[in-house]
């Protein structure tokens, strides 16, 4: 069951009429009537069940659904059941091509180049396809995919469709479903003891490269607008927080926003918390407070 | 002549001093009214003569020592209103409002450029004024005052916003003027160290609005160990004078501050800046607690004099004749210092006298250098702050290679023939200065800093020159010379973009 639509046969044999006589057409035309054969086999699961829930809500609604309807709708359903695939060709070449049982092996689609791989992209159907690459004129099958050989003894990629699951939708569904979000051991504002090696002797992980690109380290332009301008910032970096090496128990604090169309970098001047730095003002204001109280 | 016949015929490819603010854009105004513009214009001319008179015995004394037919008829331009709208002049013009009458009604070339400048401050606004990307330096109210100077220094800045970390907002700011007070009062009691030192802006701050409000304070604080209260009473008691003389603004200094919104008028923040007589307004976006930068003068001329197009000769009327600036009048004198005088001398000119700058004359009273609020981050440079303030000022910029016989006034033979052209602008140099500024070059050559070079400009320079001038030495005062090279006024930016602005 390499294809499970319903029209494939009419397709096909349009094919099948303008189908000339190179070898290469002559092994796709085979395999794609072998697909056309096993169209005839059963729907999918779901359809029957499909079936009974539309006679159902129409039964209960009380409107009279016709057959024809009923058909229409389900079709419709099928149309949704598509399951987004990536072909992938890393063998090099130039001009990589990709055809299959998806499109009934008529026509080479251009695939498009990624880094040294090429892709394609196309919502299939469930079930079983076959497909194959053109490289350079030249017909290949990607070794590392899954194969299958056609009665020709030609080998082709396939990729089984049959049981794939929506991971995101379905794993959304389990979170809400169980109470993970309630298990305090999971989440929670848990400190790690400071005493203990486990947490603190390891190596904190790597810097992202691209947040070493420090923008306030970079000579500014020498133009004093309202404020001193600068280099435009990396959208990566922003709303990271730099900090200068504390000295004179002052941290200097450095954070890049964006501000409506303009990116604003604030340099902040902070005293250490618990630094006693302004000492004698701040005792003998103290000293008065307390004095006043008495 | 030629500057008003450029004006008439609306040629600016004639006129040489087209320039950046009148590059290509459509005037806004119809052809029809244009040539009616013009016919007045030249109505105005020919009745010129005739009101000359009035005009010239009210502007200042440096008009009679040469007359200039351009000059003269440039000031019969105007009008008796107009003069009576001047602001920010010094004495010299006080009295002209007094004339009335005037060719009221008749199209005015200053009024009209008055008009289309504050239109465009309206229509924009501060938040077009922030660059793409840039930097504030923002303290928090409790870091130690020496190290808050030293951070003005690192960043080359005038003035930064102050985060109050219990409110959790920007609340105030602080500036060179706040220096040069703390420095000022420090310095007359002897506790500049510990001012420093002790003191964060948050403490010092409310030291002197205590003092302020209850003077009977200052045993009680001495003896509970506070640091630099005898410079806090003296900066108390400047306080109390201050508001005696109904100048409320400077009280500004020591409490909160306000801040303006992205959103407002630049017109709207250039009067905040002429009202409460401030150089710095943080641009605070309250709701998003963002501070976008800090206003300026000189980032509002700067916006200006890139992004204003005017197509029509409305500039053209000399800077003398509009009345902008401080003169020196018969009566007055402008304050001004030599290299020998004391660091402390001029900081207490610039405070006492709430003035921006302080023009550094040399021993021909011509003007050498400029001593402005922000030089005092170049304190730092030197020497520790605390020593600084009782040397001569060329001892501060030259070290101590400046020599003794230059203090003692004796004439400097030894370099008398080199010649610098490093203070004098670019108009002064034109004029072929007399001789006697030649002997004088040595000083100069020693190497004024950048920072303190005078740009000078001249009094009958146009409008226009002198907002290209400012753009082009992004400085925030230039000083008026007469063609002989002897200072006649200042002018700072705050005069210049007041005088858009009503009060």
Redesign the interface.
Same mark, same amino acid.
């Given at each position: 069951m390499y294809d499970t639509n319903p029209t494939s046969s009419s397709n096909n044999s349009q094919y099948g009429g303008t189908g000339t006589g190179t070898q290469d057409q002559q092994q796709q035309q085979q395999y794609s009537q072998e697909s056309d054969a096993a169209s005839s086999a059963p729907r999918p699961a779901q359809s029957p069940a499909h079936r009974e829930q539309i006679e159902n809500a129409s039964r209960m609604s009380g409107t009279n659904i016709s057959e024809e309807e009923v058909d229409e709708l389900l079709a419709e359903l099928e149309r949704d059941d598509k399951i987004p695939m990536v072909f992938r060709w890393d063998g090099g070449g130039r001009n990589v091509y990709i055809t299959g049982t998806f499109n009934r092996w008529t026509e080479k689609i251009p695939m498009r180049r990624s880094g040294n791989d090429f892709l394609y992209i196309r919502e299939l159907k469930r079930g079983k396809h076959a497909y194959k690459f053109i490289v350079d004129d030249e017909w290949r099958f990607a070794p590392e995919q899954p194969t299958v050989a056609d009665p020709y003894g030609n080998i082709n990629n396939f990729v089984d469709l049959s049981d794939f699951k929506e991971t995101y939708g379905a794993d959304m569904k389990s979170l809400h479903n169980k109470d993970h979000i309630t298990d305090d051991s999971l989440y929670g504002n848990f400190h790690p003891d400071p005493e203990d090696p486990q947490w603190y002797a390891k190596e904190p992980p790597p810097l992202p490269p691209h947040l070493r690109h420090i923008?306030?380290n970079t000579p500014?332009t020498d133009?004093?607008?309202?404020?001193?301008?600068?280099?435009?910032?990396e959208h990566v970096t922003l709303n990271h927080l730099y900090c200068s090496a504390i000295k004179?128990n002052?941290m200097v604090l450095g954070v890049t926003?964006r501000? $409506?169309? $303009? %990116?604003?970098?604030?340099? %902040?001047?902070?005293?250490l918390p618990d630094a006693k730095?302004?000492?004698?003002?701040?005792?003998?204001?103290e $000293?008065?407070r307390a004095?006043g109280a008495t | 002549m030629d500057a008003n016949a450029a004006a008439n015929n609306g040629d600016a490819s004639a006129n040489a001093n087209a320039n950046a603010t009148q590059r290509g854009y459509d005037s806004t105004l119809p052809a029809g009214v244009e040539a009616d513009l013009e016919h007045r214009l030249q109505e105005m001319r020919m009745g010129g003569d005739g009101r000359r008179g009035s005009h010239d015995g009210g502007t200042s004394d440096e008009d009679n020592d040469d007359e200039d037919g351009a000059d003269a008829v440039v000031a019969a331009f105007m009008t008796e209103a107009d003069y009576a709208e001047q602001g920010g002049g010094a004495g010299a013009n006080s009295g002209d409002g007094a004339d009335g009458g005037g060719a009221g009604g008749a199209f005015d070339a200053q009024r009209e450029g008055r008009r289309v400048i504050s239109l465009f401050l309206r229509d924009s606004s501060c938040y077009d004024l922030v660059p793409h990307s840039s930097k504030v330096v923002v303290f928090d109210r409790n870091i130690p005052i020496r190290l808050s100077y030293y951070a003005l220094v690192e960043h080359e800045i005038g003035a930064a916003p102050l985060w109050d970390p219990l409110s959790q907002t920007i609340s105030g700011v602080i500036t060179t003027l706040d220096f040069i007070d703390m420095l000022r009062h420090g310095h007359k009691s002897d506790t500049v160290v510990e001012l420093l030192d002790s003191h964060s802006v948050s403490s010092w701050r409310s030291l002197v609005l205590q003092l302020f409000e209850d003077a009977s304070m200052v045993q009680c604080l001495t003896e509970a160990g506070m640091p630099a209260v005898e410079a806090a009473r003296l900066a108390a008691e400047e306080l109390r004078e201050r508001q005696a003389k109904e100048d409320f603004t400077s009280a500004n200094a020591y409490s909160d501050l306000v801040s303006i919104d992205p959103e407002s008028s630049l017109y709207d923040s250039c009067a905040a800046l002429k009202s409460q007589k401030l150089h710095w307004i943080p641009i605070v976006d309250v709701k998003g607690q963002v501070c976008v930068g800090v206003l300026t003068h000189l980032a509002a001329l700067q916006y200006l004099v890139t992004e204003f197009c005017e197509d029509r000769q409305l500039f053209e009327q000399p800077i003398q004749s509009l009345g902008i600036g401080t003169f020196a009048t018969e009566g007055t004198s402008l304050h001004t210092a030599t290299l020998n005088t004391p660091v402390h001398e001029i900081l207490e000119l610039l405070s006492v006298k709430q003035i921006w700058c302080v023009p550094i004359l040399n021993r021909q009273r011509k003007p050498l250098a400029v001593y402005s609020r922000t030089n005092i981050i170049d304190l730092v440079s030197h020497n520790s702050i605390e020593n600084s303030l009782d040397m001569p000022l060329g001892r501060l910029i030259f070290g101590e290679s400046y020599g003794e016989h230059l203090i003692d006034g004796k004439p400097d033979t030894g370099k008398s023939s080199m010649h610098s052209d490093s203070t004098a602008s670019g108009a002064e140099s034109s004029l072929g200065l007399p001789s006697d500024m030649e002997t004088t070059a040595s000083e100069s050559e020693l190497g004024i800093p950048s920072r303190m070079r005078a740009h000078t400009c001249l009094v009958t320079d146009t409008l226009q020159q002198i907002f290209i001038k400012f753009a082009e030495v992004r400085v925030h005062s230039l000083l008026y010379v007469d063609d002989r090279g002897d200072l006649v006024g200042v002018i700072t930016l705050s005069d210049l973009l007041g005088y858009f602005i009503d009060d």
């Open positions: 923008i306030l500014q133009d004093c607008l309202v404020a001193k301008s600068m280099q435009v910032p004179e002052l926003q501000y $409506k169309e $303009k %990116f604003v970098t604030t340099v %902040f001047y902070s005293p730095i302004v000492g004698r003002a701040a005792a003998a204001a $000293k008065l004095r | -």
